[in-house]
């Protein structure tokens, strides 16, 4: 006998837990397999960025230019100033810049000598993008653009400047947001991204931004976040099970 239903209630309650339970674990499922396409895109993409940093290394250090010998080694130039190129990259997070890898440390002095005609050329580096500094810089791109499309959206006329050309805020707002769908390549973040549900970008960033080397950024990167960004220019869905 259950008088006041309570034994059906309890039942209930458990059936009702365990649904939960399952929907967050096929939840979780879904999302890691997400994650496993987006690291194997960006895996790929760093494997062909080391590749052809490799090949340049040998075509650029061990074939002279000049008379296209190979009879060539290694010197340090003394003379500063003589190659002042600079190989270093810039890195920061949601500046939209790119991102470089460099192995070992730079000697801007170090020269290859062509032992035939003498000539003398800056030696190369190897450069690359490797996976952090890829996955990093295609969340810094989605950060900024999410920034950029709120900018639009949000601007409003300033009555008081000189310069300003529009005399509504929906006229303003209309041609910044044309202007950022034609100016703004969202190209390759639409291309990294597809097929990686609303939730995973979520998760992902909570992971690949938190760490790296950047620290508790994933609140600046939430910031400006909008879904309507993400499922208009980036055709991105939300998480189905
Ligand atoms: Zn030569």
């Not at 460099?102 to 290859?112: L, P, Q, Y």
């Not at 969202?186 to 690949?208: C, T, Y």
Request: hydrophobic share 30%.
């Amino acid at each position: 006998m259950d008088l006041f239903g309570i034994k059906a209630r309890k039942e209930r309650k458990a059936a009702d837990a365990a649904f939960k339970a399952k929907q967050e674990e096929l939840r979780f499922a879904k999302i890691k397999s997400e994650y496993q396409i987006l690291k194997d895109r960006v895996g790929k993409e760093s494997q062909e960025s080391y590749d052809n940093a490799r090949k340049k290394l040998t075509t650029e250090n061990e074939i002279c230019p000049k008379c296209k010998s190979k009879n060539v080694n290694d010197r340090i130039q003394r003379l500063q100033g003589s190659f002042s190129g600079s190989v270093s990259g810039h890195s920061s997070l949601f500046g939209g810049s790119m991102y470089g890898h460099s192995s070992g440390s730079i000697d801007t002095n170090e020269v290859n000598n062509c032992n035939d005609c003498g000539h003398q050329w800056k030696k190369y580096h190897m450069s690359y993008s490797d996976y952090t500094s890829l996955i990093e810089m295609y969340f810094s791109r989605l950060n900024y653009r999410m920034e950029e499309y709120h900018k639009a959206k949000t601007a409003t006329v300033d009555k008081n400047d000189l310069d300003e050309k529009y005399t509504s805020d929906k006229e303003k707002q209309d041609a910044l947001l044309s202007a950022f769908v034609d100016s703004f390549q969202l190209k390759s973040i639409k291309e990294v991204f597809a097929g990686v549900s609303i939730e995973a970008v979520q998760e992902i960033a909570k992971k690949e931004i938190y760490a790296s080397k950047y620290g508790d950024r994933f609140e600046d990167f939430m910031e400006h976040w909008d879904e309507y960004f993400l499922m208009n220019f980036l055709g991105l869905k939300h998480i189905e099970i």
